[in-house]
């Protein structure tokens, strides 16, 4: 008899993980750590970050990502958003500070703007908007390849006195905390990369539990140094609508801009969820590398923004499937895929495909 297995209600708009993470925000409030414990956390914190970086570089296909290369307009574009158009819209809300957010949460929101875009979730939203699925996939595993070296670089640019930036401390960090565990991955894939495909589900915990050890460690040290006390329940709304004003800035850029640049349909769709989003998963461990103790308060923007475009994104999908649905079916060619809309390597969804695969196979 299978156990029953907890699981949120469909109607319920929140990511439970997101849920999981602020449970443990809760749990660091109540029990932070001190003392040893508290070397003991940092330690185990830092060997996690690696431990990520290593999973990261391993899992990562170097032939998936060369042949997304011929993407090259889609991936510059989603570049650009991700790293050119989200920091200058972060470096052009300093006028708020003081008068709406205060300099600690302005670091954070400045922070977000600076970290890679998702994978997992920008996959799965242009799936589900039946856009093209081979584009999300590239420029998201493009966009945390780069992030891993533009994001310290561009902190050490924008967050210069706010915070953040460069150091030879935490220039030595990321050395070792993110480059060298991801090359070794990369290397060592062709030895462990069966072993991690087949274990996915398992290995997925431990990215999970590696990212709540961090947020535990960096909200307990900002519990015992009492920065809390500089967030008040007000400015925390003021920085929730910063944020909404931010994600629908991006999200009209990335729509009405990728539009404007000839894209077809499915890559639209790819641009749209990976060129507006947010990487929590990167961005957490590369807090934790570039504020040290102050990374407590500088991801709780990340972590607000990060629910946000999910509850956002995941209704904006239905739509654009919405769309589709009512569109007339396009011819199917011999090969029994789709045409190509304005010249995109769009295809069949990698997703139906399987599906039908499976059901043929029976």
Same mark, same amino acid.
């Given at each position: ?49 690696? =431990? @990520?970086? %290593?999973?990261? !570089?391993?899992? &990562? ?8 290369? *011929? /993407? ?88 210069h006195g706010d915070g953040g930036g460069f150091s ?10 993110? =480059? @060298?565990? %991801?090359?070794? !991955?990369?290397? &060592? ?8 495909? *087949? /274990? ?63 894209f077809p349909r499915g890559d639209r769709i790819a ?40 509850m956002v994104c995941a209704v904006l999908a239905k ?44």
């Open positions: 008899m299978r156990r029953p297995v907890f699981r949120l209600p469909a109607w319920l708009p929140v990511d439970g993980y997101i849920l999981t993470l602020l449970g443990t925000v809760g749990l660091a409030a109540l029990v932070p750590a001190r003392g040893a414990a508290a070397t003991v956390a940092d330690g185990a914190s830092t060997g996690a970050v690696a =431990l @990520l970086f %290593f999973l990261y !570089g391993a899992r &990562l296909s170097t032939r998936e990502a060369m042949d997304g290369l *011929r /993407h090259w307009r889609l991936h510059l574009t989603t570049l650009a958003c991700t790293f050119v158009v989200f920091p200058a819209l972060g470096v052009a809300a300093r006028f708020l500070v003081p008068f709406v957010l205060p300099p600690a949460l302005y670091t954070g929101l400045l922070f977000l703007c600076l970290v890679p875009s998702t994978v997992q979730s920008s996959i799965a939203f242009t799936s589900i908007a039946r856009g093209n699925v081979a584009a999300a996939i590239c420029a998201g595993s493009f966009s945390s390849i780069v992030g891993i070296v533009v994001t310290p670089l561009l902190a050490g640019l924008v967050l030879s401390h935490s220039l030595v960090s990321i050395v070792c905390q993110l =480059l @060298l565990p %991801f090359v070794a !991955g990369q290397v &060592l894939r062709r030895w462990v990369g069966t072993f991690l495909t *087949r /274990h996915k589900k398992v290995l997925g915990y431990v990215d999970r539990g590696s990212i709540l050890l961090v947020v535990y460690a960096a909200f307990s040290v900002g519990m015992v140094q009492g920065i809390w006390h500089q967030v008040s329940p007000l400015r925390l709304l003021c920085l929730l609508g910063v944020e909404a004003v931010l994600l629908a800035a991006m999200l009209t850029v990335t729509s009405y801009g990728s539009k404007k640049l000839g641009i749209t969820f990976a060129g507006s989003k947010k990487s929590l998963a990167a961005g957490l461990p590369m807090a934790s590398v570039l504020f040290g103790a102050q990374a407590g308060l500088a991801v709780l923007p990340l972590m607000l923004f990060h629910q946000m475009q999910l739509r654009y499937a919405a769309r589709a649905a009512a569109e007339p079916a396009p011819a199917v060619g011999p090969d029994g895929s789709g045409p190509d809309r304005g010249g995109s390597a769009v295809g069949v969804d990698p997703v139906q495909r399987e599906s039908e695969h499976q059901r043929a196979g029976r």
